[in-house]
């Protein structure tokens, strides 16, 4: 079981947009910053978010990323087919004194 | 630019070790901490944990403290990450991540391609 809450699955059709949630507690999200990573099929995990909201070089501004108490939020706009990934909020937490991820989030571009 | 390369797969036999590496390329090692993280088949990530390249101090997740061993080697740029004795249930992706810092707060900024582990008698 994750420390951070993430649904599961969410879709979209082409050009929609998707928001996905990453819920935690105090010690974690409540404490720091959150950063979130896309993983597409087969590859490892790349930066999309880090900060909350800041897009690393190279990041699209369709891919956005807010936080409020505890928990984050990563918005995608305009869905492309090459969005569908596996997509993890993280951060770390203090209680643990450890990092720690969301369970994950499969988008699928429908 | 930044590059971690990672040590092929693995295929061990329950009880034997294994050691990762993850050699980093296109900045000052000792500069960011090197983190590694886990992930079963299937499954979502998983943080093992994380060491200073600067002192050398290892900070291992609960789960994994007493049997996972992370070490470096400054001199070309490399940190590893030792099972020393492997279940079954260690079979996964290990992946190497570099953590940039700014202020106080981290994020793993870089990742290694993953290496695949594999416990199967």
């Known amino acids: 079981q994750s420390v951070l809450t993430q649904p599961p699955s969410v879709s979209a059709a082409p050009g929609q947009e998707v928001t996905i949630s990453c819920s935690g507690g105090?010690?974690?999200?409540?404490?720091?910053?959150v950063s979130w990573y896309q993983q597409l099929p087969g590859t490892a995990p790349k930066l999309l978010i880090y900060?909350?909201?800041r897009r690393p070089s190279g990041i699209p501004d369709r891919f956005s990323g807010s936080k409020s108490g505890t928990s984050a939020t990563l918005g995608i706009t305009g869905l492309q087919t090459g969005d569908e990934a596996d997509y993890y909020c993280?951060?770390?937490?203090?209680?643990?004194?450890?990092?720690?991820f969301g369970g994950g989030t499969r988008l699928t571009v429908l | 630019q930044v590059q971690l390369v990672q040590s092929g797969s693995e295929l061990k036999m329950p009880g034997a070790s294994v050691k990762v590496s993850c050699k980093a390329s296109?900045?000052?090692?000792?500069?960011?901490?090197m983190n590694w993280v886990r992930q079963a088949p299937g499954q979502g990530l998983e943080w093992v944990g994380w060491?200073?390249?600067?002192?050398?101090?290892?900070r291992i997740a609960q789960d994994f403290a007493g049997r996972f061993v992370l070490s470096l080697d400054t001199s070309v740029s490399t940190a590893y990450v030792r099972i020393p004795s492997l279940k079954a249930e260690d079979t996964a992706m290990y992946y190497c991540?570099?953590?940039?810092?700014?202020?106080?707060?981290?994020?793993?900024?870089?990742w290694g391609q993953g290496t695949m582990v594999t416990v199967s008698s």
């Open positions: 296109g900045y000052t090692f000792t500069t960011y901490g």
């Open positions: 993280g951060t770390w937490d203090v209680s643990l004194s450890a990092g720690v």
């Open positions: 060491i200073n390249t600067n002192t050398g101090n290892p």
């Open positions: 991540a570099r953590l940039f810092c700014s202020g106080n707060t981290c994020w793993y900024d870089s």
């Open positions: 900060e909350n909201n």
């Open positions: 105090t010690s974690n999200i409540g404490n720091n910053y």
